[in-house]
């Protein structure tokens, strides 16, 4: 059995979801014309990726390759480069910074402790992702409510210092993600079929077993409340889409 037949299960208010989430990217972009899509290639961002399409609207789209991705993952992109005839951007992390921290901690830093972990984040992804908002006055990103509880509060559209974050799937359940996939009929990584819902660098990231919370897979061997690599901190504030406004870039 494979994700799409496992997971395949729309909510009641499904096609409303959809229509929202459709809504929801066309009036941003009315008012934010520098968007970007930061995608984790995992099952949320390519519904995500294939929303964008649908709405019509005009943004980027770039993924953090930390280079320690699955190669099921880095598979994706050219799959998306070719069904939307787009280019997807990669940021990779410094490399002089990889090397000198690798030297000094080895490659199996992230599980010594929670620091070095969140050092190695900080290294592949954080320094990256500033590099590639610059220029953007607006990001879109997969998150869902249901994922966690650290993301249980998150709001559809989230005032940062320098940009708004806009996640059209909050109210999307993991079921109604799978429905889309399928009815799209859209490509998604093949790890999930493996039993991995939450798909990030690989030594960080194993499959679950059944009755495990939807990220048990992720940093497995930390404490729940410290499996965030910080890509999506703490909201300045939420602002419901009726009251959207150009943000400075």
């Known amino acids: 059995m494979n994700a799409l037949d496992l997971y395949n299960k729309a909510s009641p208010d499904f096609a409303a979801k959809v229509e929202r989430s459709l809504a929801l990217l066309r009036e941003v972009a009315s008012s934010h014309p520098a968007l970007t899509q930061a995608s984790s290639l995992g099952a949320e961002d390519m519904v995500v990726t294939h929303l964008i399409h649908l709405a019509g609207i005009k943004t980027d789209i770039f993924v953090l390759e930390t280079g320690k991705l699955h190669p099921e993952t ?37 599980y010594q402790s929670i620091d070095l972990r969140k050092q190695c984040c900080d290294i592949r992804k954080l320094e990256p992702l500033t590099r590639a908002l610059a220029g953007h006055d607006g990001w879109i990103t997969g998150l869902r409510r249901e994922q966690s509880n650290a993301r249980a509060e998150v709001g559809e559209i989230v005032q ?90």
């Open 74 to 110: 880095l598979a994706l992109v050219g799959k998306i480069e070719r069904r939307y005839a787009r280019s997807v951007a990669l940021y990779r992390p410094k490399n002089e910074a990889v090397v000198k921290f690798v030297r000094h901690h080895g490659e199996e830093a992230m």
């Open 160 to 249: 940062e210092p320098d940009r708004i974050k806009i996640s059209p799937l909050v109210e999307w359940t993991w079921g109604d993600v799978w429905h889309f996939i399928g009815a799209h009929q859209l490509d998604y990584n093949a790890l999930h079929d493996q039993f991995f819902p939450s798909i990030g660098c690989a030594p960080c990231t194993r499959a679950i077993s059944v009755g495990e919370d939807f990220r048990a897979g992720r940093w497995w061997w930390e404490r729940e409340s410290a499996k965030e690599c910080g890509l999506h901190a703490l909201p300045v504030s939420d602002l419901p889409a009726s009251t959207l406004e150009r943000t400075p870039s």
